[in-house]
């Protein structure tokens, strides 16, 4: 189960839309609570949220999503509900959509075999701390890298500072590792905290993380009390500096600072 904040982070639906889609009664919480926050959701519910997430990308409104899904009900072919729209998207897209689910789908049924715990030290990182959309960091870690270029020491770091999705507002910190420096224009010189530290790798493409996340949040609410924000990614190995390279070979850790 998902507090209201992880089901958002992992649906890409914001704690706005989630409201109105239970006031709505198209995707009540599986446990309802007078907190909002303590309303709790299930893995079942995860891929209805993505169909609703993609659909309302095109501009779906929310009755005729509504209409669909009761349509739908079982097993959710977004495939085949994205084509149905008269704003459809081109096919390429729809497939491509598609072939990200079913990756979601089957990343969130593995085992918590490759999830780890360790105890880490405090970290030195550079970073420059901003709000807007995720898609934003690449723009500062260049700025970084030409700041402090050989005195970086490890790869590129996101930082949430939210545990819930937002489109637009998102409070993130792009940063890397780095050895002794000072702070300058507008790039922070400062250390994250240590302690214990949950860790998965992600192997693929950035569309599928959330099929990770979902695992790690998972193994986390069964294990631990709470954990601590900023949340980490680390990025082992990702598009280059000049070409994309192939996203099926990307990797990402996921890393949670547990209470």
Known sequence: MFTTSEFSR?????????????????????APNEDEELAAYD????????????LGKI????????????????????????????RALPAKRIKAIATHEAAIEALCALSDDDISERKVDR????????????????KAFGK??????????????????????KEHDADFEACFPIRPAASRKGIEVHELEGGRLVS?????????????????????????????????????????????GDPEKYRTELQILVA
């Open 10 to 30: 992992v649906s890409g639906l914001s704690i706005e839309m989630l409201r109105l889609l239970n006031e709505q009664q198209v995707l009540p919480p599986a």
């Open 43 to 54: 893995d079942a519910q995860l891929p209805i949220a993505r169909a609703i997430y993609h």
């Open 59 to 86: 501009e779906i409104p929310l009755e005729r999503i509504k209409t669909l899904l009761d349509q739908n009900e079982g097993k959710v072919d977004i495939g085949r509900l994205l084509t149905q729209q008269e």
């Open 123 to 138: 970290l030195l990182v550079a970073g420059l701390r901003m709000r807007g959309r995720y898609t934003d960091c690449g």
């Open 144 to 165: 970084i890298g030409w700041q402090y270029g050989r005195q970086l020491c490890g790869p590129a770091m996101m930082l949430h500072y939210d545990k819930e999705y």
């Open 200 to 244: 998965l790798t992600h192997c693929g493409p950035y569309e599928t993380l959330t099929g990770s996340y979902v695992r790690l949040l998972r193994y986390v609410r069964t294990r631990h009390p709470g954990y601590l924000l900023p949340t980490r990614e680390s990025f082992l190995k990702g598009p280059g500096w000049l070409f994309r």
